[in-house]
């Protein structure tokens, strides 16, 4: 099984960037996806995740109203897109698969697949 993030980059504050990944899971549609990012020095943390059927979403404080996520079960795939960038944004953004949305949302969150990380860097 393979996470593939993709669509990182450098960006002005203010700026956007859109993130996906692809999941060469079986059963895709029957798993939570979230991301989640690792900033230099501090732990990494939950952005936001989503549930199989995309009822259900969750976000973290810091990124309500600017970060948007979403999925497409055809496709495999769970994107992250990013507007009204700030520096404190910038981290390694992974995405990660889960069964429930509670085994994301804990701490620690209970992850069954993680992707590989994608860079995102947000200059003043």
């Known amino acids: 099984v393979q996470l593939q993030a993709s669509g990182g980059g450098s960006v002005q504050a203010g700026g956007s960037l859109r993130l996906s990944c692809e999941a060469s899971i079986r059963t895709f549609s029957n798993y939570v996806m979230g991301w989640f990012r690792q900033a230099p020095g501090k732990e990494r943390e939950l952005v936001t995740a989503?549930?199989?059927?995309?009822?259900?979403?969750d976000y973290a404080d810091s990124v309500k109203g600017r970060f948007t996520v979403s999925r497409d079960n055809a496709k495999n795939t769970v994107y992250l897109q990013m507007n009204s960038l700030k520096p404190e944004d910038t981290a390694v953004y992974y995405c990660a698969a889960g069964l429930t949305m509670g085994a994301l949302l804990k701490t620690p969150p209970t992850i069954d697949y993680w992707g590989q990380g994608t860079q995102v860097t947000v200059s003043s």
């Open positions: 989503i549930s199989w059927s995309g009822g259900s979403i």
